[in-house]
């Protein structure tokens, strides 16, 4: 009965060790977040009619705006004339 008893103690000591063991062991570090585009937020849709970059207030408008209308592989905007992938670089 005693033995039983310490038997009892035993096992449930080790699961309850092994147990917190295997969960820290599950954890996996947490991916390292992606490096997202800028997104557009402003006043003009990328998709409708033709946009100068004067019509922006800042570089970054004016990028985010150029990667939401296609970025470089369409350039429906023509705002990016030297082709490098930077629109507007006079709000630079
Ligand atoms: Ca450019």
Redesign the pocket.
Known sequence: MVARDVQRRHDKTSRSTTRGRRAGRSRAPAPAPKPSLPTYTGPYDPLAPDRYWGDFRTHADAQAFFIAAGGPTSDRHR???????????ALR
Do not use: P
């Not at 705002?79 to 670089?89: K, S």
């Open positions: 705002l990016d004339a030297d082709h490098d992938g930077i629109a507007c670089e």
